[in-house]
């Protein structure tokens, strides 16, 4: 659950687009880790045509190096699908695209934000952007201090 906004500090080198369709650059990027990107794919799929999800590429140049989603239920969302092409990983690129979705949704959609996260390295990321661990979330009921 994100309780204090952070801006990550890193010099922003991508561009951002909001994707709307599953096109054969998100499956060259998906592709580039076959074991979570088959799972990330399977997810898109599943998401893409529902009105509250939310799907941003991060560009260098017209090269797609990473992508998250968001999805909006009422006054919640939940980040999602957050995946950096695997020869770009280290670079900065999953940073700004976490600072990117968050700016978004306290500015477009004004929810309360969230994510899963098990990899150590993702979760320093989310940590830097004010993201804080909690136990559990019951779903419909969600607790803030």
């Not at 499956?27 to 898109?44: A, F, H, N, P, T």
Request: glycine share 6%; proline share 1%.
């Amino acid at each position: 659950m994100q309780k204090d906004k952070k801006r990550i500090d890193i010099h922003q080198t991508l561009h951002f687009k909001r994707l709307h369709n599953i096109d054969e650059l998100v499956v060259e990027l998906l592709s580039s880790d076959k074991e979570q990107g088959e799972w990330g794919y399977k997810s898109l799929l599943i998401s893409i045509d529902n009105e509250n999800f939310y799907l941003f590429g991060g560009y260098v140049d017209e090269e797609l190096v990473c992508i998250a989603s968001l999805y909006k239920n009422e006054d919640i969302s939940r980040i999602n699908d957050v995946f950096t092409k695997k020869d770009k990983r280290g670079k900065g690129y999953g940073s700004q695209l976490i600072y990117f979705i968050t700016d978004f949704n306290d500015k477009i959609l004004k929810t309360i934000s969230y994510l899963y996260a098990h990899n150590p390295n993702a979760i320093k990321v989310y940590k830097k952007a004010g993201y804080e661990e909690i136990d559990v979330i019951v779903r419909g009921c969600y607790w803030l201090e």
